[in-house]
């Protein structure tokens, strides 16, 4: 299991981070790495849950698989195509995927299915900040300012290497030689 270099310093985006396996709750905190193990060892307790005994190992193992490489010490078993992107890489991308191109958009409740899968997608990368840099609220006026409730839980799609806030809001064919995971909505279905 991976593990922080150090657990003083918060991931990158600023935030501690966690999705309990048993229930799929997602829970994140800018306060501290403690204050997210507390929360959890209290959602497991409140649903009569074991806590696993190794619990802040995996959850700094959750995080480490989801941030950029560097963050953590231990053998990072991610294939390099897996790895977080990069903010560049995700400029370069949003730049290739939106400009010059007429989209058109999903509905309001289709956009709303789509950001459910991808909130529990292993390829929905919460790595970067995308609020504090903005990538955000770029991606949000290539989709005509179109918004989500559950925006904070959309982070960037690693095929894609677009923020995810704006992918659900567009129909569109994906072109990409990452292999899409099969509960994916851009998945053709027989």
Known sequence: MLAFKYRMFAPPGGRWFYT????????ETP?????????????YAVNNLAIPANLEALIEDHICNNVIYGFCCGEDPRDPDDMPPTYFEITAAMERFF?????????????????????VCPMNSLALCTNCTG?????????????????????VCRR???????????????????????????????
């Open 31 to 43: 306060s501290c790495f403690d204050q997210l193990v507390s929360e959890v060892r209290r959602h």
């Open 20 to 27: 309990v396996p048993e229930t799929g709750r997602y829970f």
């Open 99 to 119: 400009r010059g191109k007429k989209y058109e958009y999903a509905t309001a409740e289709v956009a709303r299915k789509r950001a459910e899968t991808c909130m």
């Open 160 to 190: 894609i290497r677009v923020p995810t806030n704006a992918l659900v809001h567009v129909n569109f064919t994906a072109t990409t030689t990452r292999p899409l995971p099969e509960n994916c909505w851009l998945v053709p279905r027989k």
């Open 135 to 155: 990538l955000k609220s770029t991606a949000r006026r290539f989709v005509g300012g179109r918004r989500l409730d559950a925006e904070m839980r959309l982070g």
